[in-house]
């Protein structure tokens, strides 16, 4: 008799479909895998250190780059506990436009999600539909921040300024002829508000053609039906959040249960998976991106009735404008304590979470007083996750694992930190 | 949200009466304090008893406080702070417990009553060598393999000791000692409480 022994394969940490830096090391009987043990951390960064030794506004840029699929909800969280610290009022402008800039992040994210998932189960065409329409997305953060990706628009007390009048217009260049320029640029004529309630008009269809796609597609189905099922109990017991505890049949959403910025005032749905396995995952994912785009549309509409301010005019917290400080010396000393100095935010210590794309994300901060955070620990949702990968692909096939990985949305930007 | 919170503060005293160190509301925001002894049994409780409710772990880290307020602090050194939601009351509570020991700190660890406490035990024990007692794979987790020192303590330079390089002349990744300087671009300011006060000139 062959001594028969469990083969261990070492999965990533440079494989395409482990989103990233994640090092899996499987312990294989045949092609089942029997234990996995991710090893994580290739990418730390040691933000939440860095951020003890910047000033509070300083670490904003920080927070873009932890989960760089969603780098407006980062900020939010991180803004929100500095706000409940400091008991600053966003106007209520601001806060629509948070609530906004949060649900396209959550296309976006969902987009590229959808397109890599798939892309990673062998749908190659789906990563080129997803990233036409992030295109778009992406278009709408440059316009309003200046960066494609790394916003940093948000700001403790509100945002940094109010939404622009003009979108970017392309250009004629070596690749682009005065035609196909003007046909690129016909909706971009307007405001940025009319070029996303252009998107948004159009998404549904882009939304029906992924449907067409994947959903009823065979072999999709047998990638992911039955899949990486949890239970209720057991999401719960691996502290599950977001798509991930939905997809297991438990009504969880922060943004209903727990309200923040404008989402009392707007009207969506939460959907809800029944089996708890990849697919129902994929299905809540996907109604959500729906949901998303009726929640940018009301926003839309409200923004475009109520001008306002969009942060704050308490000084010792937000510049004030560029007038004011040139014609007047209280607006002047505030400024430059402001851009020297920092913040001072009252000793104390507040946990705020938002509803991220992928669960809850949470900025827990300690504060003794100072210009800088004492300790800043955030909560990421794809660490949770990712530390289930061992339960969910036990008696799984390996091909299986990239299933799960796909399903659990991880990016290694927040698990690292 | 405060009506609440007022519950869950006296459920909380009824359950476990003077064992909390100290009960406290700010913004908006439920923390307990315990003690080492009674951490894992206060925390079964809290999952168990359904009028607490906790299902979830949503968060546990760790903290030193040796620097805090410049010198100010002069209780223990390291604590573990857990965040906990309840799904089905809608509520959050902060549990805090200091390790006795400042040297080697020791708490029990909860991965046995929550599964997810497993990798946040690993980072605390990771970043700033807290102990878990009980936990069943304390390793490194997000640190480099190899990796010597508690890089979260507030005693480790934010620079580092060592440095990775790829040298030539041996053909093989080498560790050093850091050749960069930190440098403090804006200085940490702690004001007296009366700063900015118009009053007080």
Redesign the interface.
Known sequence: MADIRNFTLNFGPQHPAAHGVLRLVLELDGEVVQRADPH??LL?R?T???AE???WV?SVPYMDRLDYMSMMCNEHAYCMAIE??LDVEVPIRGKYVRTMFDEVTRVLNHLLWIGCHALDVGAMTMALYTFREREDLMDVYEAVSGARMHAAYYRPGGVYRDLPDRMPQYQESTWTNAKKAKEKNENRSGTLLDFLEDFTNRFPTYHSEYHTLLTDNRIWKQRLVNVGVVTPERA????F?GAMLRGSG?A?DLRK??PYAAYDKVDFDIPVGVNGDSYDRYLVRMEEMLQSNRIIKQCIEWLRNNPGPVITDNH?VAPPSREDMKSNMEELIHHFKLF???I?VP?????A?VEHPKG?F?I?V?S?????P??L?I?PPG??HL??MD?MSRGHMIADVVTIIGSQDVVFGEI?? | MSAKLETLSQNLQTHFGDKLRSTKLAVGELTIEVGPADYLAIMTALRDEPDLGFEEIIDLCGVDYSTYGDGAWSGRRFAVVSHLLSIAHNWRLRVRVFADDDEFPRVDSVTRVWTSANWFEREAFDLYGIAFVGHEDLRRILTDYGFIGHPFRKDFPISGYVEMRYDPDQARVIYQPVTIEPRENTPRILREDTYGDPAHG
């Open positions: 994580i951390g730390h040691a939440e250190k860095l030794t910047r000033t300083q409940r610290l719960m017991q691996m502290g959040t438990i969880w249960k727990q010792k020297t100095e920092g001072h000793a104390g210590e507040v946990y979470a809850e949470g827990y300690i003794d007083g100072a210009n800088k004492y300790r620990k909560r660490y949770v530390a289930s339960e690292d930190r």
